[in-house]
């Protein structure tokens, strides 16, 4: 379910080039990871307010208890 609330992100939302979210194998307090791709940082801010994305977080919510979030800029 959750992983094909992802999937109708990419394409749909200017500037996300690659999305996919999966089970975290570390130990730790996190059971799922959300990884996004952007071309650009600048991106990132109208993709927080993109209906789709605001859309895939109401789904997701009842699995959700805590959420961490990280942004980075990779070479």
Not at 15 to 34: P, Q, T, W
């Amino acid at each position: 379910m959750m992983s094909d609330s992802v999937k109708n992100l990419v394409g749909k939302i200017p500037g996300l080039i690659k999305a996919e979210i999966g089970e975290n194998f570390a130990d730790s307090d996190c059971d799922f990871v959300f990884y996004a791709e952007f071309e650009r940082m600048e991106n990132i801010p109208s993709f927080q307010v993109h209906p789709l994305h605001i859309a895939h977080k109401e789904r997701s919510a009842p699995y959700v208890k805590t959420r961490f979030v990280a942004d980075y800029v990779s070479e």
